[in-house]
């Protein structure tokens, strides 16, 4: 199988289960907005819940992932199958420890975080005291899925894409039940979806051991801080720790400057932001996802023909699907609001706000795809430089849009500065 058909058929097999995924999470943020609309509950649900995913994206799924596969790769290709595993076990001990110091520094420091993340929110009341306590609840979620990104890029790198793929699945049913049998019964509804996001990290991270178990991977510690390839990783992580996720900071922008804006401005940006990840995530992601490995194999055999037809096709597969999906959720924004959401406290008004976010956030679909496909090939080559380059000047694009767009768009012209920015 050439490595074209393999992406493509790696993607197929990605698109499907993130599609069941992605369908699951329409049906929980229904629920959510049902349940909360876009009220005090449902900001401090969101800016709490964005936190612990916010570092996921930066550090997990965004620099460690695209430092990891690209290294494990070129062992894998290089030298023994057991000095890949090796190289596995000894990631596995290291980030555990790391990861087990910044939960609890993170619980302890919530806080101080929100006060960062939502300013808009205060330093005390009860909007601010809920978001500290759900922050808290939620927090160990980003130990749980750091080392769910770290198991993804060990079966990835061995051709396996389902059980990974499928991981989001057990995140979203997990929630949906909580919402259904948990929150209604508790003083502090949220309380029970919170507690809903970690059993469901728990049930993904579970999901892949069988499966690296199978591989022939053994979970026994090993602490070697000397291996030269732990040093590589944590070389080429550190400024990717930007190049890797620029659009989940400007994300974080967002989160930050809508908080100052009226209230429900954050949920509004919320559930447009959800809808769009629909076909990103289907097509856009899942095309990135299963490209990386195959970028890394050519790199690391310096096959540079090889890598450059692959990029080229993953590129024009992405925005084949992408560019349609933009014009659709730009045409059906409105009506796809008010069938997906519209039912108990989200009410038609709150439907107008989200379409005008969605509208915006639309426009940048075919970029935000594309630029995942990119990085991507960047970090398959180990060039750490140029992404961050490129990170540095949409950060400050998207700052500087924000505060331009705002006043007169309020929460629409964040989520067009972000466009912009990509």
């Not at 009410?347 to 005008?356: C, H, I, P, R």
């Not at 060039?383 to 949409?394: L, N």
Request: hydrophobic share 55%.
């Amino acid at each position: 199988m050439s490595e074209n058909e393999l992406v493509t058929r790696a993607a197929g097999v990605i698109g499907i289960y993130t599609f069941l995924s992605r369908i699951l999470g329409l049906l929980r943020d229904m629920l959510i907005a049902n349940f909360f609309g876009s009220g005090m509950s449902a900001d401090a649900f969101f800016v709490a819940f964005r936190i612990p995913n916010l570092l996921r994206r930066l550090f997990a799924e965004g620099s460690f992932s695209v430092a990891f596969i690209p290294v494990f790769t070129e062992y894998l290709q290089k030298r023994s199958r057991e000095d890949a595993f090796l190289l596995a076990r000894v990631v596995i001990t290291s980030l555990t420890i790391i990861l087990t110091a910044v939960t609890v520094l993170g619980i302890v420091l919530s806080p101080l975080i929100v006060r960062i993340i939502a300013p808009g929110f205060g330093g005390m009341g009860e909007k601010y005291a809920l978001t500290v306590l759900l922050t808290r609840i939620m927090f160990p979620y980003i130990f749980l899925v750091s080392v769910l990104a770290l198991f993804t890029g060990i079966l990835n790198s061995l051709k396996h894409f389902a059980a990974p793929a499928m991981a989001p699945i057990f995140l979203n049913l997990s929630m949906i039940a909580a919402l259904v049998f948990l929150a209604p019964h508790m003083k502090i509804p949220t309380v029970g979806l919170a507690v809903g996001v970690i059993v469901g990290g728990i049930l993904q991270m579970l999901l892949q051991v069988p499966f690296l178990l199978k591989k022939g991977l053994s979970f026994a510690p090993r602490w070697l801080p000397s291996h030269p390839a732990l040093r590589k990783i944590g070389i080429l992580m550190l400024p990717t720790i930007f190049g890797s996720a620029i659009y989940q900071i400007n994300q974080l922008v967002g989160t930050l400057l809508a908080s100052l804006l009226r209230e429900g401005s954050v949920s509004y940006l919320y559930y447009a932001d959800r809808l769009v990840q629909f076909p990103l995530g289907v097509f856009g992601i899942a095309i990135s996802t299963a490209v990386l490995p195959s970028l890394s194999r050519e790199a690391a055999d310096r096959d540079f023909e090889g890598l450059r037809g692959t990029l080229s096709h993953a590129i024009r597969l992405t925005m084949f699907i992408t560019i349609p999906a933009m014009v659709g959720l730009i045409v059906l924004r409105e009506p796809v609001v008010r069938l997906l959401f519209e039912r108990g406290a989200f009410d038609s008004f709150t439907t107008v706000m989200t379409a005008q976010a969605l509208l915006f956030y639309s426009l940048g679909l075919w970029a935000f795809a594309g630029l995942r496909v990119f990085v991507s090939a960047f970090y398959s080559l180990q060039d750490t430089v140029t992404p961050v380059k490129v990170a540095v000047a949409a950060m400050i694009a998207n700052i500087v849009f924000s505060l331009l767009l705002m006043g007169p768009l309020k929460h629409g012209g964040l989520a067009l500065a972000l466009s912009l920015a990509s």
